[in-house]
């Protein structure tokens, strides 16, 4: 009996949690879509996660790619099928490895810091602040947030693809021998629209979610500089976990036939 | 938990001085919090055009009735009516047009570290589109002269000021809008007793310049006899004991006696309780 009431504890948990952060959601985005828009919060935004992100994501996208090539021509060249590794990196890079790897990475740094920031504005008392000052803080902190995160977060994935299948390039042609032309021709001769875009869809999710994350932690902490400490700790945790489920899911709406 | 003490709920008002209608009027204030009862069916009012303090404990819950009255706490039980209009279960355009009504000083001064000071202090007018950034910022830097604070100030982020600076930057936000209600929640926790008296009498000053209705909660007695016209007491989640500032040190009450002389021992006893 004594598991069954622990399983069944944890249960409830999960769905009063799941239920809480949709009723946050929900009410973000009905407050964000029905009064004016803060546009200054969401430039300032949209350049925080965006423009800043892109050293981190370039970064993760080039070693990527490069590996990928490597790793790649290692395997395939047992059954002389190097001739792939083009189409290899190119696929995995816009369909999985580019929005999954700079979502993960974004969570963990624009996830982190915005449950930070929320978190102090909470335990401040800046955002009961703003409550009196007749500002709805789901307004003005959390819709520009997610609008950011997920206009930026394709935005960035553009990029990491160009990337990541530049890095395979430098590794297949520096070192591997490929031909410069014949390599970017193959690139793109089994590269279709869907294959990007599928990528593109998957990061403005993952883009929402991680900022979901970081503004749903951030606003409800308490309990001083530990509770905000507790806070983006659980927004990185839950955005990446939360990146990796979606991203099967999202994977099956597009690819599942 | 200390035992409800049996003493009336309000004490008799002086019949002598006429009051005026009230400003703010609650009644039946009810919040828990958890197994807590915070508030216990608080009843207060608050004349136009007065400032009263409620002064209490650590703890008693005197945080809690000002944010009910802002509505950042709902209540569990009870009415608030400020001119009139019930504001306990009221829809969110009630409540935001009641709050344009109010200024509130927080007790860390709350201040938003990402703007500088100039939109901290303009920060209401710009949110409700009352003016331009332009004559914003010249409103802001005339508020902070009121409070004290030369223009120089405007450009510098709330982190680079002292503690004494930001609550007057906090003030200036608070009168930015000229409010006809203030708040005021322990206006001189964590100040020097210099800086404490200067802000005292700075919030008396803006307070009469408005012609402003004042609610403030303090533990500070120095500052509860520099801005109150009228004290009332919060013990165990009521207001016990409530009158003119004068009467404060010979109220007749063991409990106002107790905490306005600051003895250990007396009806309060302090103990060890969780909050929250």
């Known amino acids: ?257 | 938990m200390p035992r409800t003490p049996t003493i009336p709920t309000l004490a008799e008002r002086p019949a002598a001085v006429p009051t005026p209608p009230a400003k703010i009027a609650i009644r039946g204030l009810v919040k828990s919090f958890g197994t807590k009862k915070v508030l216990r069916g608080l009843d207060l009012d608050v004349a136009e055009g007065r400032s009263l303090v409620v002064i209490g404990g650590s703890g008693t819950g005197k945080s809690v009735l000002i944010k009910c009255v802002l509505g950042i706490v709902t209540p569990d039980a009870g009415s608030i009516r400020v001119d009139g209009e019930e504001l306990v279960g009221a829809s969110r355009s009630t409540l935001d047009e009641a709050r344009k009504k109010f200024g509130m000083l927080f007790q860390g001064a709350a201040l938003f570290d990402s703007l500088p000071v100039w939109e901290n202090v303009a920060f209401g007018l710009l949110a409700r589109r009352l003016v331009d950034r332009k004559t914003a910022r010249e409103r802001a830097i005339a508020t902070l002269a009121k409070v004290g604070l030369g223009p120089e100030a405007a450009d510098l982020y709330p982190a680079e000021l002292s503690g004494g600076m930001q609550k007057r930057v906090g003030l200036a936000r608070a009168i930015a809008a000229e409010p006809e209600i203030l708040f005021f929640d322990e206006p001189t926790t964590g100040l020097d007793p210099i800086m404490a008296d200067v802000i005292n009498e700075l919030i008396r000053r803006l307070v009469s310049e408005l012609g402003a209705t004042a609610l403030s909660i303090t533990h500070d007695m120095a500052s509860v006899r520099k801005i109150a016209d009228r004290v009332a007491m919060l013990y165990d989640g009521k207001i016990i004991w409530e009158g003119p500032v004068e009467q404060l040190d010979d109220s007749g009450n063991p409990y106002v006696d107790q905490f306005v002389h600051g003895r250990a021992h007396g009806p309060i006893k302090v103990g060890v309780e969780r909050i929250g």
């Open chain 1, 1 to 257: 009996m004594k598991v069954l009431a622990a399983v069944g504890r944890a249960t409830l948990a999960l769905l009063s949690t799941v239920g809480a952060v949709v009723l946050f959601a929900l009410g973000a985005l009905a407050s964000g879509l029905t009064g004016r828009l803060y546009w200054r919060q969401l430039g300032r935004q949209m350049l925080e996660m965006g423009y800043f992100s892109l050293p981190v994501v370039g970064l993760t996208a080039v070693f990527t790619g490069m590996v990928l090539a490597l790793q790649s021509y290692t395997g395939f060249s047992r059954f002389e099928a190097q001739n792939a590794i083009p189409t290899i990196v190119v696929l995995s890079m816009t369909r999985e490895l580019g929005p999954v790897l700079a979502g993960l990475m974004v969570a963990g740094r624009v996830g982190a810091s915005i449950a930070a920031e929320l978190g102090t504005m909470r335990v401040t008392e800046q955002i009961d602040a703003l409550t009196t000052l007749a500002t709805d803080p789901l307004r003005y902190l959390v819709f520009p947030r997610l609008l950011a995160g997920t206009l930026m977060l394709p935005a960035l994935v553009l990029v990491a693809d160009v990337i990541g299948v530049m890095g395979g390039y430098l590794v297949s042609v520096y070192k591997l021998g490929f031909g410069p032309i014949e390599y970017v021709n193959r690139s793109f001769e089994f590269l279709e629209t869907q294959d990007v875009v599928s990528g593109l869809v998957k990061a403005a999710v993952f883009g929402f979610l991680l900022t979901l994350m970081g503004c749903y932690h951030g606003y409800r902490s308490r309990g001083g500089a530990q509770g905000v400490g507790a806070a983006t700790t659980r927004a990185v945790v839950s955005a990446s976990i939360l990146i990796l489920i979606a991203n099967y899911f999202v994977t099956e709406l597009f690819f599942a036939r």
